[in-house]
């Protein structure tokens, strides 16, 4: 499975319409997945995204962020489901400032290698996900994807 | 003095049965039971597949999307359960298209449990009996939802508390 995050600037105003929001001008994150079909042993699985701190992303716990599923809280910036073998791609609002984090519930996950911080906003990522996790991030920009040194 | 044959077993049994309903005050208290749920079969139909299932009753729910198996506590509020529902969403990929398929109890104090009575276990024929349904206690149990058509799509949870144990009254 390959996970691409693209940070795509789409500038309010472009074209002289609308002014940009206090802050700067509006960007996007394009999330496309490219799953294989023997993740999760081919069945779909939900994925997270959303804003943490080092410390929460340290500290999260597989349980807590599954109720995040069910029971969304302002943390999360999206959550979709990836389906084995189906290619997709979501797009989402930023977070405001900080990191933010990807989480992929597979049903075998162990460690901490269902969970990936980006601790400062990439331009395009690329994730190769095994059957039961993701493996090395690449990107096509420098990225700074870290895996957490506990789960 | 004594009284009739295992009667004071039956009264311990009452006894606990109302601490467990009641708490000191008099207020009705919760039941937690403790449900794990399982992966969800992927076979498609009709090109959907299921992406999420849930046990509720009430305003209680425990929920199965794959994840890894771990118990939940299901709060039931066996003095309002309401609807009791297991419930299976089947998703397109690709397309926001989902279509939601269930078996209800009608709203009834014991609608939980009539809901428990409906569900097969694992290795069992797929219509048990509602006795025989009903004599289950802890383990996986098996739903067979209706989709369209004949078809059907099972859901397995499994119960990890006896939600029967409580209601055992020696005789």
Known sequence: MVVTVAIVAALAGCGGGQKAAAGGPKSTIAVSVTPSRTSNH?????AIVRTVTLKQFVEDQYRNIAQLVVSPDDTVLSSFVVYPGIDQTI???PPAKGAFAVYFLF???TGTSWKQLFDSPPSTIHIDLGDNQ???PTSTKPAAGKRAPGS | MSGPTNSLATVNDLSRLSRALWDADGNPTALPIEITPQPLDATPVDGRVPTLAYLRSGSSAVYAFN???GPSTLAL???DQGVSSIIVKMNKPGTTD???YSIDESESPFSFFRLLCRARGPNTRRTPALDEA???RRGPRVWDIPLSGSSTRSVTFTLDTDPWTLFHITR
Do not use: M, N, Y
Request: net charge neutral; hydrophobic share 35%; with cysteine.
């Open chain 2, 77 to 79: 509020p066996w003095w």
């Open chain 1, 91 to 93: 797009t989402i609002a």
């Open chain 1, 134 to 136: 993701i493996d090395t």
């Open chain 2, 98 to 100: 989902t279509a939601t």
């Open chain 1, 42 to 46: 081919g069945r779909p699985l939900q």
């Open chain 2, 134 to 136: 009903c004599d289950a």
């Open chain 1, 107 to 109: 049903t075998g996950a």
């Open chain 2, 67 to 69: 994840q890894r198996p």
